[in-house]
């Protein structure tokens, strides 16, 4: 298995719900990412983990909360998004930490629309 | 941490017509990454460049690094509509941690 899974696919939730972005690998990659896209934009980074352990949150708001429950699943929670976070949420792997030389293994995204 | 810039922002070329995408760094870059993320897609890895100086091909795309390694340039050449999309390339950033994209060049090709 070479591919990093998310669901949903695409998610329309409205300002005052609460959602879950999935993300799942089994390349046995250490690091995941979560990145967020806007249309016509390169992939902005949001948070980082390595060994299942938080090592960077790009100053992301509260209302973003990712978890890592094991090695191969990556969630991000959603709650009381505004219009504004609309946009492509990409879930990312990559074998080892830190300077570690690979290519990133990214997921078909989750197309996010706040209403 | 490192801003890494890349030229064109757009790029419109006839099918057979060569196509070269530029990315420079303020800083010296311990290696770049290159991806391709097609329209409606995601970004799919191409290459990884670590030596100055390093050239490295794929069929009809060249990749190149800096002596200096602080800048980059994919070309292709003899452009297919295959290759329609847009090609970032990236640095690692925060200590090697996590990549930092340039903000991509769209290639669009025209039969």
């Known amino acids: 298995d070479t591919e990093v899974t998310q669901t949903p696919k695409h998610l329309v939730m409205g300002m005052t719900n609460k959602k879950s972005l999935k993300c799942e690998q089994h390349m046995g990659h250490r690091a995941m990412y979560w990145y967020k896209q806007k249309a016509k934009k390169p992939p902005e980074l949001m948070f980082v983990y390595s060994y299942e352990k938080l090592s960077i949150n790009e100053s992301v708001p509260s209302r973003f909360s990712p978890e890592c429950p094991n090695s191969s699943l990556l969630n991000l929670h959603l709650h009381a998004l505004q219009p504004e976070d609309s946009a492509l949420y990409l879930c990312a792997s990559r074998q080892g930490r830190g300077g570690s030389n690979y290519g990133y293994t990214f997921g078909s995204g989750t197309r996010l629309t706040v209403v | ?111």
């Not at chain 2, 060569?18 to 870059?29: I, V």
């Not at chain 2, 452009?79 to 950033?93: E, I, N, P, R, S």
Request: hydrophobic residues 30%.
């Open chain 2, 1 to 111: 941490g490192q801003q890494v810039m890349q030229i064109p922002q757009y790029q419109h070329v006839q099918e057979g017509e060569d196509f070269t995408t530029y990315c420079n760094s303020s800083t010296t870059l311990s290696n770049i990454q290159w991806y391709k993320q097609r329209p409606g897609g995601h970004p799919v890895f191409l290459i990884q460049l670590v030596k100055s100086g390093e050239v490295k091909k794929q069929k009809r795309l060249t990749f190149q690094f800096g002596e200096a390694k602080k800048n980059s340039s994919l070309h292709i050449t003899a452009t297919q509509t295959t290759d329609v999309g847009t090609y970032f390339c990236a640095g690692l950033m925060n200590s090697g941690y996590a990549l930092n994209f340039g903000k991509g060049t769209s290639l669009l090709v025209t039969p």
